[in-house]
């Protein structure tokens, strides 16, 4: 049964994290998107006036997106809290390798000494 239980729960997470890693990027894309439409009405030489519904519009979609964000982290909060539930909390034991790829290289202090 412990087995079915981790399975499960590897298989959620694993969804979980492709949903959250969608909905950031859906947000960094709406944000690009927006950012750029006033650059394109300058670019044309465009009136103000023109296209200022759709900017409006854009702004919603992405104020959208990043409450979705938040509903999706209240989510995964709630998943962890269901995980400690049925007994599968997870323990640090050491040894993992879990630093993100900047770190294991040892680039992080180099990038200040560079900028510096």
Do not use: C, W
Not at 12 to 41: H, N
Not at 71 to 82: D, F, G, K, N
Not at 87 to 108: M, S
């Amino acid at each position: 049964m412990l087995k079915q239980r981790l399975d499960a729960a590897q298989q959620l997470a694993s969804r979980l994290f492709e949903t959250e890693k969608a909905i950031d990027e859906a947000i960094s894309k709406m944000a690009d998107l927006a950012g750029y439409m006033p650059v394109a009405r300058n670019n044309a030489k465009i009136a103000a006036v023109v296209g200022q519904d759709a900017m409006s519009h854009a702004a919603q979609v992405l104020t959208t997106l990043i409450g979705a964000r938040g509903e999706i982290v209240e989510t995964h909060q709630l998943l962890a809290a269901a995980r400690d539930q049925i007994g599968l909390r997870t323990t640090a034991l050491g040894g993992g390798n879990f630093k993100p790829p900047l770190l294991q290289e040892g680039q992080g202090l180099s990038l200040v000494e560079k900028a510096a």
